[in-house]
């Protein structure tokens, strides 16, 4: 029987990607981005392959269509990506990074390492290491 919610395993997955999105937001604020955590999934799944449907980003960042084209609205009004005509279906739009897009990439990666450096202080690569290998097999135990 569960005594204390706060102590098991959803709260506390839960609890640390809050408190990690939030850090992550804020510290993109301090240098003068505004990015959100959200958006930066979107951008990170653009960054490895462009040209992506607006299903194809909600399924790779698990999120549903209306909030998918929130986010996309936000990242074209900023002007780091474009949507397009998909080419055989009319329903459809491909969304593709500007050069804006593209280069932010590398003005983000800092701040991005620097939140996770915060996040992982003391704490050594070998316990990092295992606490990914019991995230992956609680993912692939949930699915």
Same mark, same amino acid.
């Given at each position: 029987?569960?005594? &204390?919610?706060?102590?098991?395993? $959803?709260? /506390?997955?839960? &609890?640390?990607? =809050?408190? #990690?999105?939030?850090?992550? *937001? @804020?510290?993109?604020? /301090?240098? $003068?981005?505004?990015?959100?955590?959200? @958006? #930066?999934?979107? +951008?990170?799944? =653009?960054?490895?392959?462009? $040209?992506?449907? @607006? *299903?194809?980003?909600? %399924?790779? !960042?698990? /999120?549903?269509?209306?909030?998918?084209?929130?986010?996309?609205?936000? #990242?074209?009004?900023?002007?780091?990506?474009?949507?397009?005509?998909?080419?055989?279906?009319?329903?459809? *739009?491909?969304?593709?990074?500007?050069? !804006? $897009?593209? &280069?932010?990439?590398?003005? +983000?990666?800092?701040?991005?390492?620097?939140?996770?450096?915060?996040?992982?202080?003391?704490?050594?690569?070998?316990?990092?290491?295992?606490?990914?290998?019991?995230? &992956?097999?609680? %993912?692939? *135990? #949930?699915?």
């Amino acid at each position: 029987m569960i005594k &204390n919610l706060n102590e098991t395993t $959803g709260y /506390k997955i839960r &609890n640390v990607s =809050l408190l #990690l999105i939030n850090k992550i *937001n @804020q510290n993109f604020i /301090k240098k $003068g981005f505004d990015i959100t955590a959200e @958006q #930066l999934k979107m +951008l990170v799944v =653009l960054w490895e392959s462009d $040209g992506k449907t @607006q *299903n194809e980003l909600g %399924e790779s !960042v698990g /999120k549903f269509k209306t909030s998918v084209t929130k986010i996309i609205d936000g #990242l074209e009004k900023r002007k780091l990506i474009q949507r397009a005509p998909h080419p055989t279906d009319r329903r459809a *739009n491909v969304i593709y990074l500007t050069e !804006v $897009g593209k &280069n932010i990439k590398k003005q +983000l990666e800092p701040i991005i390492e620097h939140t996770l450096s915060e996040a992982h202080k003391n704490i050594s690569n070998e316990k990092l290491i295992v606490f990914h290998e019991v995230l &992956n097999q609680i %993912e692939k *135990n #949930l699915k």
